[in-house]
């Protein structure tokens, strides 16, 4: 089993940029697909970005299409989440995970908070 912290989040203003990342242990990172999700108040959790284990294919959401890169440097068991031209619509909990046995999404993090302020 693999844990994952995220870290990187913060307040921000409309326009800015953030890098989240989503650290792992366990040496088996690189066998897992990550993905992203975020979670606004009163909202349920959405998908954002998700990234492949061997080829690095990479989905995003349509919301964030063109402004978020999701990618992964396995030998630092960390995947990364660079957010351009935040909104107001992105503030958020974002949250990583993996997908698992059974095909669900797995092993969450704690999630770390994105503020976007105008």
């Known amino acids: 089993q693999v844990q994952l912290v995220e870290s990187g989040g913060g307040l921000v203003q409309v326009g800015d940029a953030l890098r989240l990342s989503c650290a792992a242990s366990g040496r088996t990172f690189s066998g897992y697909q990550v993905g992203w999700f975020r979670q606004a108040p009163g909202k349920e959790r959405e998908f954002v970005a998700t990234?492949?284990?061997?080829?690095?294919?990479?989905i995003y959401a349509d919301s964030v299409k063109g402004r978020f890169t999701i990618s992964r440097d396995d030998a630092k068991t960390t995947v990364y989440l660079q957010m351009n031209s935040l909104t107001l619509e992105d503030t958020a909990v974002y949250y990583c995970a993996t997908d698992t046995d059974d095909s669900s999404w797995g092993n969450w993090g704690q999630g770390t908070q994105v503020t976007v302020s105008s």
């Open positions: 990234i492949s284990r061997s080829d690095h294919r990479t």
